[in-house]
């Protein structure tokens, strides 16, 4: 409440993220505990895991903010909502689920489309990685559909309003100059994004420094 008060007083806007892939701040790992699951893939199938995602997302959508009087969804200081940080559906020994793509992009389209249903004032994204799924990749998990993630198809999802991408070169180069990595992962975003008609976000990005 005091962050999104504080923003508004001082002309920012924000991105909220709704949860995250990393156990960080308890995040789809929290889940799987929580309903006994597999995996952490199965979050993206599991319907009380589904269920239990959108009553938090209706509950904070819905939230009056005693310190503005105002709705989240009313909060001009919001510019989005991001369903999740740095989704990934895959196993859990890092292998791509021969569905794994379809399967984050149905979770995303439904989840936009109730998000939506509570909320027309503010911008919805997804908050992937970035990641590509191209035929003729071979091992590049870059651009392979390694991940369970496309992000090409998730801009095709209808009320996904920007794509995102991070950009951490010395953990994703491979030992990449990361100045060279990050140009390239730039360019191949632009016409991504442009085929796609929508904004492109590099909104998380850093390099270590001395090995910190």
Request: charged share 20%; glycine share 12%; hydrophobic share 40%.
């Amino acid at each position: 409440d005091r962050a999104v008060a504080l923003a508004g007083a001082r002309g920012l806007r924000l991105i909220l993220t709704l949860t995250n892939n990393w156990p960080d701040f308890g995040g789809m790992p929290q889940y799987v505990k929580w309903f006994g699951l597999p995996a952490k893939n199965a979050f993206y199938r599991s319907q009380p895991a589904k269920q239990a995602y959108r009553n938090w997302v209706e509950q904070l959508i819905t939230r009056r903010n005693p310190l503005t009087g105002r709705l989240y969804r009313d909060e001009p200081a919001i510019l989005a909502w991001e369903l999740s940080n740095e989704p990934r559906c895959e196993t859990d020994d890092g292998k791509p689920l021969a569905d794994g793509v379809e399967t984050l992009v149905a979770w995303v389209d439904e989840m936009s489309r109730f998000i939506r249903s509570l909320d027309a004032n503010h911008l919805i994204a997804v908050g992937d990685e970035g990641y590509f799924r191209h035929q003729f990749a071979g091992g590049n998990a870059l651009f392979n559909g390694r991940y369970g993630v496309s992000c090409e198809e998730l801009l095709g999802v209808g009320l996904v309003d920007f794509g995102t991408c991070h950009l951490y070169p010395q953990q994703m180069g491979s030992g990449q100059d990361p100045g060279d990595f990050g140009l390239m992962w730039i360019r191949e975003h632009q016409p991504a994004a442009e085929r796609a008609n929508k904004p492109m976000l590099p909104e998380g990005y850093g390099i270590l420094i001395d090995g910190s």
